[in-house]
């Protein structure tokens, strides 16, 4: 599965890199080479932050899961526990 950014996210990311060259580098990167280097890094280390954030999702999903039972667990055959506390005991 390959990992796709929407055009306008894709141009944000570029604008970003090219930025982050001029801030950080002797020599700014040109909107190829920050697409490329976007695309690089999309397809190399993306699937790696894909995948952790995957696993933190079912992690938390698993916890939502297991809490279930104490959110919505009712306690059966009840009534005559109940009804017994109520009324008093005929003799």
């Known amino acids: 599965m390959s990992i796709e950014l929407t055009k306008e996210d894709r141009q944000q990311a570029i604008l970003s890199i090219e930025r982050w060259f001029r801030e950080n580098m002797d020599e700014p990167a040109g909107n190829v080479t920050a697409g490329a280097l976007l695309g690089f890094m999309l397809e190399e280390i993306g699937p790696s932050i894909y995948n952790k954030a995957v696993a933190d999702v079912q992690e938390r999903l698993h916890a939502r899961v297991a809490e279930?039972?104490?959110?919505?667990?009712?306690?059966?055959?009840?009534?005559?526990?109940?009804?017994?506390?109520?009324t008093p005991r005929r003799r």
Not at 68 to 86: I, P, S
């Open 68 to 86: 279930l039972d104490f959110e919505v667990h009712e306690d059966e055959f009840v009534y005559w526990r109940k009804h017994d506390a109520k």
